[in-house]
């Protein structure tokens, strides 16, 4: 073997070593277990731990931010030894959510000062989704610096839905939440709760039916029981619980299509679980993904007794679909409105954001003209690539939007409403036929490359193992020409 030999073999041994070094120290940071199932983009659920991390292991909230906030610095970007973006482009992440791929000031340059926009009056309860734990708790006082002082009251966050003990409420991980809620008397903490474990690992229709069966005959009735104690005992007992969220979908495993009826049951029976915990004043969000997806969502609708709210996670997707379209086609924006309305229910918008069309500046302004006119209890937008608008900083037309039309708000919207397309209730015509539009893919479903279709240059991704690469936050991706440069 030459000696040019000999050294390229060191330096990809150094390569591997490296790689395995970064799971290491990964692996000892947060201290969340591995073995979880990626989270797919367009999906904002927390990351499945088994053992939680302690709150005191996230950043507190920085003290006078300015108003363009420094970006958060991740686990991964202190421990891993992986080479810059510059050096060695990387496929768009597909781990846990909240970890923005740009960093929250990227979109700024694009934007105005709030200062250059007209003063608004206050708008009806509204945040974002900005990471799962205490970061996302820091990070609700710096996009309200960014958008001038607008008030952000509703915080969101995800609860795992890997085990059925953290479903119930991992300790350390909604007491910040908690803490941050009753700061002030007219916050809003949202908690998305799934229905049952092994929740995004791909169970199959046979097993899931199996499962909701077993919930509606109360089997799990004791795992809702004692999350409600535990958010009474946090003093967060006015928790918005979005149970079940996106069911008329095909990812989940509280999915309803398997078995409708059973689904209705169980729901049914987790609402009445959670109401009977002396101090609860629990209010039940029921939030399908827009448009039919793999069943229609008004035959999953548990019935009046146990819905406070009825919601709707409405992303821009799919490609070429108008904003127009997203309000009449059926069981879209216009027929939640509808649907809602006839059943005396408030409505609200826990997901919402840009997808498959890109920075659509027509969709934001009209989603939020369409809130401002239809008046939502409360909506997150989920801030992070492709999705957002402080955190990506691949929609600057979009974040200028947004933040020209939300900055300074405070109470109440003075954004012109847009007249939606006349629709079909769902509710009242059940025998609505389905859409002509191409069906509409699940938020949670995102093209496997990066948004912008191009796959990275003169990069080889590495296997590393589920595990490794759960940490990492997808694939490392490896420039093997980069020692070829360097003589």
Not at 47 to 70: G, K, L
Not at 275 to 280: E, K, L
Not at 295 to 324: A, K, N, R
Not at 392 to 415: H, I
Request: hydrophobic share 35%.
């Amino acid at each position: 073997m030459t000696p040019r030999q000999r050294r390229a073999r060191s330096r990809r041994l150094a390569v591997v070593a490296a790689a395995v070094a970064a799971s290491a120290a990964l692996a000892s940071g947060p201290g969340f277990a591995a073995g979880a199932g990626v989270v797919r983009v367009g999906d904002p659920p927390a990351p499945t731990p088994t053992v939680p991390a302690p709150a005191a292991s996230e950043p507190a909230p920085a003290a006078a931010e300015p108003a363009v906030p420094a970006p958060a610095t991740t686990a991964a970007a202190e421990a891993s030894p992986t080479p810059t973006p510059a050096e060695s482009p990387t496929q768009t992440p597909t781990g846990t959510p909240g970890t923005p791929t740009e960093t929250p000031g990227a979109s700024t340059a694009q934007t105005p000062s709030p200062s250059a926009s007209p003063a608004k009056a206050a708008a009806p309860a509204f945040g974002a989704y900005l990471d799962y734990g205490a970061r996302g708790v820091a990070r609700i006082a710096e996009l309200s610096a960014w958008l001038g002082g607008s008030d952000l009251r509703v915080g969101h966050t995800y609860l795992p839905g890997d085990r059925w003990h953290n479903i119930e409420g991992p300790a350390g991980f909604l007491d910040v939440w908690a803490n941050w809620r009753r700061e002030k008397d007219d916050r809003m903490l949202v908690l998305n709760v799934p229905m049952m474990e092994r929740n995004e690992e791909g169970v199959s229709d046979s097993e899931v039916r199996r499962l909701l069966r077993q919930g509606a005959d109360g089997e799990f009735d004791h795992h809702f029981t004692a999350l409600a104690e535990r958010l009474v005992a946090l003093k967060a007992p006015d928790t918005v619980i979005v149970l079940g969220w996106e069911m008329n979908g095909i990812t989940y495993t509280h999915r309803c299509g398997p078995d409708p009826e059973a689904w209705k049951k169980y729901w049914n029976r987790i609402v009445t679980a959670m109401r009977a915990v002396p101090g609860q004043e629990f209010r039940f969000d029921f939030t399908p993904t827009r448009g039919k997806d793999a069943v229609p969502w008004t035959e999953c609708y548990p019935g009046d007794d146990t819905v406070d709210i009825i919601g709707m996670d409405s992303y821009d997707q799919p490609t070429g679909l108008s904003f127009d379209e997203q309000v009449s086609e059926p069981y879209g924006l216009q027929a939640h409105v509808d649907f809602a309305k006839s059943h005396g229910k408030p409505i609200s918008y826990p997901e919402w954001g840009l997808f498959r069309n890109g920075d659509n500046t027509e969709y934001m302004r009209r989603m939020i003209a369409w809130m401002d006119e239809h008046r939502p209890l409360y909506n997150t937008l989920t801030d992070y690539c492709p999705h957002g608008v402080w955190q990506c900083g691949q929609n600057p037309r979009s974040s200028e939007v947004y933040r020209s039309l939300l900055s300074g708000r405070t109470d109440e919207p003075v954004t012109e409403p847009t007249t939606p397309a006349p629709t079909t209730d769902p509710s009242t015509d059940p025998t609505t036929p389905p859409s002509t539009e191409p069906t509409t893919p699940p938020a949670t479903d995102p093209p496997a490359t990066d948004p912008t279709g191009e796959p990275p240059v003169n990069c080889t991704p590495m296997d590393l193992g589920d595990w490794v690469e759960y940490w990492l936050g997808g694939k490392l991706c490896i420039r093997l020409d980069w020692w070829s440069r360097n003589g």
